[in-house]
T-cell receptor, first 109, second 114 residues
């Protein structure tokens, strides 16, 4: 069973920041928050993950609340190519990844 | 790095036929996962292996499905006999659990059973 809750869909204007929320109120101490995205029918693509600290890489930033019960993925300058389904997953190393329905992000011109 | 390689990319077959999907994980990765994706059910985990050993096959829908990993560089997912409801995109993914644990997915095998 997916341990996360995400909005079904979101829109974002091209060039603006896309903020995708995720609730994971039952996360345990050794579980990480992972984000993946799936563009059209391609295989899902890893974006970023974190444990308790905020993380940033060339693709996105991940903001995790202090109580770790929710997080936000930030795409700082969304482009049309960022239109995809975004999955938030909580997982421990060595465990299987369970994908929920995710958030369908539409970046609008 | 070539990434995870799956074959065939597309397969069209008739009901009752045997289907074999193949996967070559990224070299050095010690975990391999098979997922199935449909519009109705989304992305479902079928089975995963650690160090070539099946760890969790609870997602395998029924006895018609079987998966093997004879060595660290090759895995197969077999459906025998196939049925129209098996039509889906089948993804293989690999991971090095010793590192950051993220999955690397192949491009998928789109199966259509007529």
């Amino acid at each position: 069973d997916a341990k996360t809750t995400q909005p079904t869909s979101m829109d974002c204007a091209e060039g603006r920041a896309a903020n995708l929320p995720c609730n994971h109120s039952t996360i345990s101490g050794n579980e990480y928050v992972y984000w993946y995205r799936q563009i059209h029918s391609q295989g899902p693509q890893y974006i970023i993950h974190g444990l308790k600290n905020n993380e940033t890489n060339e693709m996105a930033s991940l903001i995790i609340t202090e109580d770790r019960k929710s997080s936000t993925l930030i795409l700082p300058h969304a482009t049309l190519r960022d239109t995809a389904v975004y999955y938030c997953i909580v997982n421990s190393y060595g465990q299987n990844f369970v994908f929920g329905p995710g958030t369908r992000l539409s970046v609008l011109p | 790095d070539a990434g995870v390689i799956q074959s065939p990319r597309h397969e069209v077959t008739e009901m009752g036929q045997e289907v074999t999907l193949r996967c070559k994980p990224i070299s050095g990765h010690n975990s391999l996962f098979w997922y199935r994706q449909t519009m109705m059910r989304g992305l479902e985990l079928l089975i995963y292996f650690n160090n070539n050993v099946p760890i969790d096959d609870s997602g395998m829908p029924e006895d018609r499905f079987s998966a093997k990993m004879p060595n660290a560089s090759f895995s197969t997912l077999k459906i025998q006999p196939s049925e129209p409801r098996d039509s889906a995109v089948y993804f293989c993914a690999s991971s090095s659990m010793r590192e950051t644990g993220e999955l690397f997915f192949g491009e998928g095998s789109r199966l259509t059973v007529l």
